[in-house]
């Protein structure tokens, strides 16, 4: 079974650019969860999305976003691009059924530097 | 207020030598609890998860880890550790739907 993929691994962009990144799930799961990783803060939870709907929401200002579409791949977008977000963004893809309390399975990150 | 704390940053230990990391959380409702674990350059791998039963968790490469709900802990243990080892290790735990991570801890083995 394929695991999680992100598209792209490694991008740079400028202050004020705006960005999407891209995550396709586990086959057969359908809640896609965001997080940003940086060395200070360590992992931050961004949002989660379930059947196209986002379910829970992280400490994160407006400029980030996401949205998932009905084959459960999700996107993430961040606009006008601070220095400050330069991360490695996960994405986590989990069955979440009830009766589990279902493990997240992460994708490789991508990358994103601002300059 | 749910949390998780990883108690040490850094933890350098040597080649063939037991090691234990240390996880405390705070929740007010029950809880799963997970270690992962993060070569470089790449996201997080799950090395074993307490959901009910048994609190001695056995994982993947060698890895256990006790859950002991009166200390709030759920420490990672190996006996004896390899180079391979060395990574980022990070403990979870999951409320509901949602996921709370600690900091890391950088597992460093020296040969």
């Known amino acids: 079974k394929a695991g999680v993929t992100q598209t792209p691994r490694y991008l740079i962009k400028t202050r004020g650019q705006q960005v999407t990144l891209s995550c396709s799930p586990i086959?057969?799961?359908?809640?896609v969860s965001w997080y940003q990783q940086t060395p200070g803060q360590g992992l931050q939870f961004l949002f989660e999305?379930?059947?196209?709907?986002?379910?829970n929401k992280g400490n994160f200002p407006g400029r980030f976003s996401g949205r998932q579409f009905s084959n459960s791949r999700s996107e993430m977008n961040v606009s006008t691009l601070e220095l400050g977000d330069s991360a490695l963004y996960l994405c986590a893809s989990s069955l979440r059924t009830s009766g589990l309390a279902g493990e997240q399975y992460f994708g490789p990150g991508t990358r994103l530097t601002v300059t | 207020a749910q949390s998780v704390t990883q108690l040490d940053s850094q933890v350098p230990v040597f080649e063939e030598a037991p090691v234990e990391l240390r996880c405390n959380y705070s929740s007010s409702v029950s809880v799963y609890l997970f270690w992962y674990v993060q070569y470089p350059n790449q996201g997080l791998q799950l090395l074993l998860k307490y959901l009910s039963g048994s609190t001695l968790v056995k994982g993947i490469n060698g890895f256990e880890a006790e859950f002991n709900k009166s200390q709030t802990s759920f420490h990672l243990r190996k006996p004896s550790v390899h180079i391979s080892d060395t990574a980022e290790y990070f403990c979870?735990?999951?409320?509901?739907?949602?996921?709370?991570f600690g900091t890391g801890t950088s597992l460093t083995v020296i040969p």
């Open positions: 979870a735990l999951r409320t509901g739907n949602q996921f709370y």
């Open positions: 999305y379930f059947s196209e709907t986002q379910r």
């Open positions: 086959s057969g799961h359908r809640s």
